[in-house]
């Protein structure tokens, strides 16, 4: 299958100078990632560094990396990191929180390593309303290895590791684990963002940034699923696979879930 | 005879001036975590060493410092690995089926260089095995725990009081070469009450350049372990590699008890030890010239110390709350230089003096004396 470039329509003669309405984001290192071409990890990178330069919190942030595609996203974000075992980095946030209570501590997890191999820390973490913000990217599948059923795997989705696709009978439902953790009373803040349009973009955007500040409040734990794609192990193209985004929503409803800030 | 690379005990004098207490062994050991500078504990509750976690939830926040009773231990040593990378010093406390669920950490703590001290108070195995005191852990402790090619101090005290000093050289050692240290315990050191003297010692502070304080005005760090070039991982694993030769050269302990003149020695560690001191005393008593070799430090385990003492024995016995497993050790080390014996016992079971008394006169009677030595 071929992709076609946009074709951009050349300047009219009497157009006004260039501005620059978009740059590279000043915590986001001036580097190419490893991620796959049309992979929605860089637009999520982006928007965590632009909200942690915005709120100032950079400098005394300690985020944790997480077991997956994003586990280098040490090598694009300009702040310390550590590097957690598989799913376990709500637990490692909690280390570094209560040794560090004046420090923004932040995790940065994929599906499967939160809502499968790292269940029971992520919902203690907010069962304890442990003060740090979980950036959760939901592209349905464990894109690491090559693209196997996830918990958040949509029924019918065909994976390498459910080659006729998911049957509820065999591999379960998909786990609506924001869901689940906006009912515990320790979540302060849950909200589901995507990065299929640039609407949905700018309003994950504000998401991020209502989840830092619930942190910095100190309102308790707060976390972002942002659903995202992965065009390699959807089998699509980049431009198929952010058009499949809106079919996720139907199953992944994007919306705030919990602001316990908002509610006073 | 004690013999360390290490100062690890204030001198006899000094120790009996000060008034002696009645402490149970889990709490002593908290205690001792605490007046070392322990800024964080986290743990999960589980016999028999919920008594050490109970007096940190009570202790820790009335000195201002961390503790968190964890959802899992996989969840405790993961608040460890966090709390460590960011600069503090960090407890965490189990028993046998916690320590299995510890094993994963261990493997990321010692590929991120990072310093917690971790306490087992070993109960019976396999599986949920009992509650009872064992020693059935050795091998997981000093060869197993976690994957890859790593290596983990483990002390094991013989007595409260000693665990007490070895808590401080267990941080001390944690942060000099940026590890995690084992403190093993048993079942009987971690239930029973002791008239001790209590030593503290807090170790000084180091701020290591690599700690994650914010990238405040320098470049970020990162604490990690994964380096996927092989040419990366492989430096990376030299290095650590460099630095477990460190440690096995500088911080092997040991003691030796009656082994001058002995003709049969008894190689015991923990509360096994004691039980062999009170079979030596009594070997002695009926003629048999025994002695005990007391390893201290499981790993590095004091080889060269136990071959050169085994030159001069008929027979070496090796007394283990377990099946088998240092003794392991023990032949590596003598390597062939006198027969090398075993009595143990299981699931809880404590040998007795007269036990082990028994098993000394065995391994005389098959052995014979060493040519030129009487």
Redesign the interface.
Known sequence: MTVQAPVLPAAPADAPPARLIAGRPRLLEDRSTHYCPGCGHGVVHRLVAEVLDELGVAGRTIAVAAVGCAVFAYDYLHVDFVEAQHGRAPAVATGIRRVRPDHFVLTYQGDGDLAAIGTAEIVHAAARGERITTIFVNNGTYGMTGGQLAPTSLLGQRTSSTPLGRDARLNGYPIPITEMLALAPGTAYAARGSVATPSTIGRTKAMIRRACETQIEGLGFSIVEVLSNCPVGWGMTPVESIAHLAEVAETYPLGVLVDRGAEG | MIATSVPSRPPAAARNAERRVLLKGNEALAEAAIQAGC??Y?GYPITPQAELLEWMARRMPEEGR?F?Q???E???I???????????R?LVSTSSPGFSLMA??MS?LAG?ELPVVLVDVMRGGPGLGSIGPAQSDYLAAVKGHGHGDYRVPVLAPASIAEGMVLMADAFEIAERYRTPVILLADGILGQAMEPVVPTYRMPPRTDGDWV??????RP???????HLRPEALEAHNQHLQAKFSEIAAREVRWETERLDGAEIGVVAYGVAARVARTAVGRARDAGLAAGLFRPISLWPFPSAALAEAASRLRAVLVVELSAGQMVEDARLAIEGRAPVFFHGRTGGMVPSPSEVVGALRRAWAQTEPRGGTR
Do not use: Q, W
């Not at chain 2, 993961?78 to 503090?88: K, P, T």
């Not at chain 2, 970020?220 to 994964?226: F, T, Y």
């Open positions: 800024d964080a986290f961390a968190v964890a959802e899992s996989i969840g405790a993961s608040m460890a690995l966090g709390a460590a990378a960011a600069g503090a960090v994963e950490g990321y991120s994650l304080s914010g990238a405040d005005g970020p760090r990162v604490v990690k372990s994964l």
